[in-house]
């Protein structure tokens, strides 16, 4: 009598477990589907936007980047996968000035790490999500970051070469009327002070005067460089009035 006790009781249990499972079996029939059918939806696959495929150089609508050639990508990569070449080239004001000949990027020993991307001081990298990057040839991996000819030089207007001349103008005439402020401070001697007459300090004063006067004129319009001037000269008549007190 036991057994056939045990017979259905093994029986029931059997007939819940079946039913469970077929309970999950039914609930996958109506659950959406993960499964990718790729290469025949590549079109619109879904990809993370964190994911990192291959290092890019960023370019605008006019085809422009922004990266200096400073080399920074480069010394921060812990295994070589960057190599800069640079070209040093002329400025229109005789100056010299680095530029980005060729930017080489080998993806086959890029460990995705990002190190290059967060230390760029100019926000000129990214890493893509194009994760279709494979090849027959190793060869193949090392890519060419800059592939749009490299643009000349820009020149600047005649307005923008007149303002920077007129900027160093003025910061010459302003050095000027310091100097001459500090130097008629420091070699007038007390004695030879208390002599002069008026007319005499005067003319003595007036080339500072003078530089002084150029410097403002050649800073008009641009408040920041007169700024600059008016501290500068103020600060040297400061220095030649506590020189007389101290004589």
Request: hydrophobic content about 40%; overall charge positive.
């Amino acid at each position: 009598m036991g057994s056939v006790k045990d017979y259905f009781s093994n029986l029931g249990s059997g007939l819940a477990s079946l039913l469970k499972g077929m309970q999950v079996t039914g609930k996958e029939f109506v659950t959406p589907k993960i499964t990718e059918e790729y290469p025949d939806n590549r079109d619109n696959l879904p990809v993370a936007d964190r994911f990192r495929a291959v290092l890019t150089l960023k370019y605008d609508d006019q085809g422009n980047h922004k990266c200096i050639a400073c080399g920074t990508c480069e010394r921060v990569c812990p295994n070589s996968t960057i190599s800069l070449d640079i070209k040093t080239v002329d400025t229109w004001d005789g100056k010299k000035k680095k530029k980005l000949d060729k930017y080489h990027y080998d993806l086959g020993s890029c460990t995705f790490c990002q190190l290059c991307v967060t230390n760029c001081p100019t926000d000129a990298l990214e890493f893509s999500n194009d994760f279709e990057q494979a090849v027959f040839t190793r060869g193949k991996l090392v890519k060419l970051l800059n592939y749009l000819p490299e643009k000349e030089e820009p020149q600047p207007t005649p307005e923008e070469i007149a303002r920077m001349k007129a900027e160093k103008e003025a910061k010459i005439a302003a050095a000027k009327a310091a100097a001459e402020a500090k130097k008629a401070a420091a070699g007038a001697a007390p004695a030879a002070k208390s002599a002069e007459s008026p007319a005499d300090t005067a003319k003595a004063a007036a080339p500072a005067n003078d530089a002084a006067a150029k410097a403002l004129a050649a800073a008009a319009g641009d408040p920041v460089k007169e700024a600059k001037i008016r501290a500068a000269l103020e600060k040297a008549a400061a220095l030649k009035a506590q020189r007389q007190k101290e004589n």
